[in-house]
């Protein structure tokens, strides 16, 4: 068995009132073909040409280690010349990732090679983040803590990606007080035995390409797993929905404060609670 995935449309150069209209009110994910072949990027963004432009960067990596108590909020796990990152990439498998990496403040002109997608978002752009990953590494499932919508532009290789809108929640073993499911799920090849609320969830997947542009809409759970090794850039625009931006202000404002403090007072139990607590209340939704 597997989880109820459909596949998410694929569209190809659309208008903007086609997007608006199709995907963007309805928030409705989609991937955009042959987008952004006038960019320079389309042409010039591979991992080498990363080597060769931010070569001597020094980039923050992550793997997928469980949350411990002690690391702050997005604390790398190794730091690491990107040259040297993208060898490891192309040499061997790694579950290092580069994760939130800003291409403005660490590589200003870079830039220049891209511009951004006129498709009736209001789209932040000061924050244009790259993504890179090994083949097999991948994120855990989770939402982003404004719950931006996101124009998530695919360089390089192949990427698989997992959608969750919030209407699944109650299945998807949310750890309380975290923008995150239980970490020991792979969604991948989920155990259903050991997760049964999985079986309810309705989600989306595709996998994506160089060239590719994923629409996620706000607040929605993506698992991204590396095919290939390759990268991506997010472009991020607030939320629309007022509940959507007034949960944004508190995970950013309150939630995080709350993890954080609690995390120095209680240690690892916090953590290990809840954890439990992500079993304990998906299972009393699912009797319900």
Same mark, same amino acid.
């Given at each position: 068995?597997?989880?109820?995935?459909?596949?998410?449309?694929?569209?190809?150069?659309?208008?903007?009132?086609?997007?608006?209209?199709?995907?963007?009110?309805?928030?409705?994910?989609?991937?955009?073909?042959?987008?952004?072949?006038?960019?320079?990027?389309?042409?010039?963004?591979?991992?080498?040409?990363?080597?060769?432009?931010?070569?001597?960067?020094?980039?923050?990596?992550?793997?997928?280690?469980?949350?411990?108590?002690?690391?702050?909020?997005?604390?790398?796990?190794?730091?690491?010349?990107?040259?040297?990152?993208? *060898?490891?990439? @192309?040499?061997?498998?790694? =579950?290092?990732?580069?994760?939130?990496?800003?291409? /403005?403040?660490?590589?200003?002109? !870079?830039?220049?090679?891209?511009?951004?997608?006129?498709?009736?978002?209001?789209?932040?752009?000061?924050?244009?983040?790259?993504?890179?990953?090994?083949?097999?590494?991948?994120?855990?499932?989770?939402?982003?803590?404004?719950?931006?919508?996101?124009?998530?532009?695919?360089?390089?290789?192949?990427?698989?990606?997992?959608?969750?809108?919030?209407?699944?929640?109650?299945?998807?073993?949310?750890?309380?007080?975290?923008?995150?499911?239980?970490?020991?799920?792979?969604?991948?090849?989920? *155990?259903?035995? @050991?997760?049964?609320?999985? =079986?309810?969830?309705?989600?989306?997947?595709?996998? /994506?390409?160089?060239?590719?542009? !994923?629409?996620?809409?706000?607040?929605?759970?993506?698992?991204?797993?590396?095919?290939?090794?390759?990268?991506?850039?997010?472009?991020?625009?607030?939320?629309?929905?007022?509940?959507?931006?007034?949960?944004?202000?508190?995970?950013?404002?309150?939630?995080?404060?709350?993890?954080?403090?609690?995390?120095?007072?209680?240690?690892?139990?916090?953590?290990?609670?809840?954890?439990?607590?992500?079993?304990?209340?998906?299972?009393?939704?699912?009797?319900?």
């Amino acid at each position: 068995m597997s989880l109820n995935l459909q596949d998410i449309p694929r569209v190809k150069n659309p208008s903007k009132a086609d997007f608006l209209r199709h995907y963007f009110r309805p928030q409705k994910p989609v991937v955009i073909e042959h987008f952004i072949e006038d960019w320079p990027a389309y042409s010039k963004w591979n991992l080498d040409y990363m080597k060769t432009t931010a070569g001597d960067k020094i980039v923050p990596l992550y793997d997928d280690r469980p949350v411990d108590y002690e690391e702050g909020f997005n604390q790398a796990h190794a730091k690491m010349k990107m040259s040297d990152y993208v *060898d490891l990439l @192309k040499t061997e498998p790694t =579950k290092y990732r580069i994760f939130l990496w800003n291409i /403005l403040k660490e590589v200003p002109h !870079l830039q220049g090679d891209f511009s951004f997608p006129d498709l009736g978002l209001s789209l932040m752009k000061g924050l244009p983040m790259l993504f890179f990953g090994g083949s097999n590494s991948y994120t855990f499932m989770h939402y982003d803590i404004d719950l931006a919508n996101i124009l998530h532009v695919h360089f390089d290789g192949k990427k698989q990606c997992i959608l969750f809108d919030q209407k699944q929640n109650d299945f998807l073993y949310k750890v309380p007080h975290s923008l995150i499911t239980r970490e020991d799920i792979d969604f991948n090849n989920p *155990d259903f035995e @050991k997760w049964p609320a999985l =079986k309810r969830a309705k989600g989306w997947i595709c996998e /994506l390409h160089h060239g590719d542009i !994923l629409y996620m809409p706000e607040g929605y759970w993506h698992y991204m797993r590396y095919l290939t090794p390759g990268f991506s850039m997010s472009l991020r625009a607030v939320p629309r929905n007022p509940k959507n931006l007034a949960r944004a202000i508190y995970n950013i404002v309150i939630m995080r404060m709350l993890d954080n403090g609690m995390r120095k007072w209680k240690g690892q139990k916090w953590i290990d609670w809840k954890n439990e607590q992500a079993i304990v209340r998906t299972h009393k939704k699912m009797a319900m």
